[in-house]
């Protein structure tokens, strides 16, 4: 159950896009369409923000995007805001029936 | 509105126990598969276990499996966690989550267990 490997920091100014990527094995990210992902704030519980690879839950701006290729998921974040500033998480269901997360990825809004 | 509340956590010696509850709200508890997972503070989620909605299935993160049971109470609307043999490493913020398509769709806002003599 190794966590999912993503970057540690990304940074974007606003207005601008950045992408987060998620790369696991052909035992989870590769072999499920199940890959999730989170949004945290500071102090606050995570909030889904993608699930099903590209699906965003009722109320989550379309500026939040999933994709999948291979092994490695991504999540793109276009037209930057000062909100989006966070760490971002991903998750993906697995060959053993249980589920990873990746370690986290901090953005920073310049 | 979802509601998804954790209670239970607490200062426990090495080597002890803690149950948590998760008391759920505002949807059909039994219809939806659970979660716990937890986050040492200033760290990444990690994902400790599972319960299906008949209380079948349960899974476990390498790391708990044999030290923690999740289990249900549908008619309750509640979830639980039991957690013996408690580590230090155990130390964190454990979150009740529901799970939509294989997805931690709703969160609790997180009950904080401390291992520590």
């Known amino acids: 159950q190794s966590a999912l490997t993503q970057p540690a920091s990304v940074s974007g100014s606003p207005g601008q896009s950045i992408t987060i990527s998620c790369t696991g094995t052909s035992s989870d990210v590769g072999g499920y369409n199940y890959v999730s992902w989170y949004q945290q704030h500071p102090g606050e519980a995570p909030k889904l923000m993608i699930y099903?690879?590209?699906s965003r839950p009722s109320g989550v701006s379309n500026r939040f995007s999933g994709s999948k290729s291979g092994n490695t998921a991504s999540l793109t974040i276009s037209g930057l805001q000062a909100e989006d500033e966070a760490d971002y998480y991903c998750?993906?269901?697995?060959?053993?029936?249980?589920?990873?997360f990746g370690g986290g990825t901090k953005l920073t809004v310049l | 509105e979802v509601q998804l509340v954790e209670s239970g956590g607490g200062l426990v010696q090495p080597g002890g126990s803690l149950r948590l509850s998760c008391a759920a709200s505002g949807f059909i508890f039994s219809n939806y598969d659970m979660h716990w997972v937890r986050q040492v503070p200033g760290k990444g989620l990690v994902w400790v276990s599972r319960?299906?909605?008949?209380?079948?299935?349960?899974r476990y993160a390498d790391s708990v499996k044999g030290r923690f049971t999740i289990s249900r109470d549908n008619a309750k609307n509640t979830l639980y966690l039991q957690m013996n043999s408690l580590r230090a490493e155990d130390t964190a913020v454990y979150y009740c989550v529901r799970d939509w398509r294989f997805a931690c769709y709703d969160w609790g806002q997180g009950t904080l267990v401390t291992v520590s003599s």
């Open positions: 099903d690879i590209t």
């Open positions: 319960i299906k909605t008949d209380e079948s299935g349960a």
């Open positions: 998750t993906s269901f697995t060959s053993s029936t249980t589920w990873v």
